[in-house]
């Protein structure tokens, strides 16, 4: 892609580097928000800043959040001793929409994936492992997706509790392997939670 302009190859550049952006639409991007008010853009651009600079994780579920106790976290009303393992903050808001939990979550931050160099360090195990064993938790209802990374993750995290005082089980889904749970609707997640299957019958049927 030639450019008549350097400033406009660099915005190209960097909005290019997004997940799913190509360098078309990155001029596109660009283009438009030449086109806007300078003031849309400054807060664009002041949004993303305080983002990076402001934003805090739960000490506790390790989710994102403006406190160091997340809302869910601190509310009154969850049962604190169920826990339900989740990827990312997708899950978590994809479950709560399903109005159909009421326990708290871990957020581990990701999948073990040897191919992109993702280890079990890397994730928020160790702390799960910690809660479980400071005898927190009751129930941890595994719901990462089903797909080989995800597996592996509910795989290994079970291996850390084994012999630990802890149920097990994972959500129940009517939806395809490899399905992320974002796109799961409401009615098919909030019924794959109440109806949870043990972790461990989950191994042999499989
Ligand atoms: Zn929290």
Partial sequence: MEFSSKLL?????EMSQLPGIGKRTALRLVLHLLKQPESQTRQLTAALNSLKEEV???RNCHNISDVSLCEICASPKREKELVCVVEDIRDVMAIENTSQYKGL???LGGKISPMEGIGPQDLTIASLVDKVR????NELIFALSSTMEGDTTNFYIYKQLEGLEVKMSTIARGIAVGDELEYADEVTLGRSILNRIPFEGSLKSS
């Fill in 134 to 137: 400071q005898g927190e938790i």
């Fill in 105 to 107: 979550y871990h957020v």
């Fill in 56 to 58: 805090k994780f739960c």
């Fill in 9 to 13: 190859e660099n915005a190209v550049r």
